[in-house]
Nanobody, 124 residues
Framework: QVQLVESGGGLVQAGGSLRLSCAASGRTFSSYAMGWFRQAPGKEREFVAAINWSGGSTYYADFVKGRSTISRDNAKNTVYLQMNSLKPEDTAVYYC?????????????????WGQGTQVTVSS
């Protein structure tokens, strides 16, 4: 069972940046696509970004496109989410997830392992 541990969240002013990290245990990290989701208070969890097994393909939700970059370092078993030009509406708990397969998806059901989440708060 893989374990995912997110870090890098915090409080930032609107317009600022944060880099989230997700460290994964296990030796098969490089075989699987990874994703980031978020859940704001009172709202359902939603897709943010995903990256395929090699890092060669990425996919973003429209609301972060152009402001965020997902990347991975398979040698370090880590996936990142660089978020720029943050807005108050980006405030949420951000979750890292490991897909069942190697190709990215924006569907929660395609992800079988989840981290505990890291809080991102953007002040206006």
């Amino acid at each position: 069972q893989v374990q995912l541990v997110e870090s890098g969240g915090g409080l930032v002013q609107a317009g600022g940046s944060l880099r989230l990290s997700c460290a994964a245990s296990g030796r098969t990290f490089s075989s699987y696509a990874m994703g980031w989701f978020r859940q704001a208070p009172g709202k359902e969890r939603e897709f943010v970004a995903a990256i395929n097994w090699s890092g060669g393909s990425t996919y973003y939700a429209d609301f972060v496109k152009g402001r965020s970059t997902i990347s991975r370092d398979n040698a370090k078993n880590t996936v990142y989410l660089q978020m720029n030009s943050l807005k108050p509406e980006d405030t949420a708990v951000y979750y890292c997830a490991k897909s069942y397969g190697g190709y990215y998806s924006d569907y929660e059901g395609d992800f079988g392992s989840w981290g505990q989440g890291t809080q991102v708060t953007v002040s206006s």
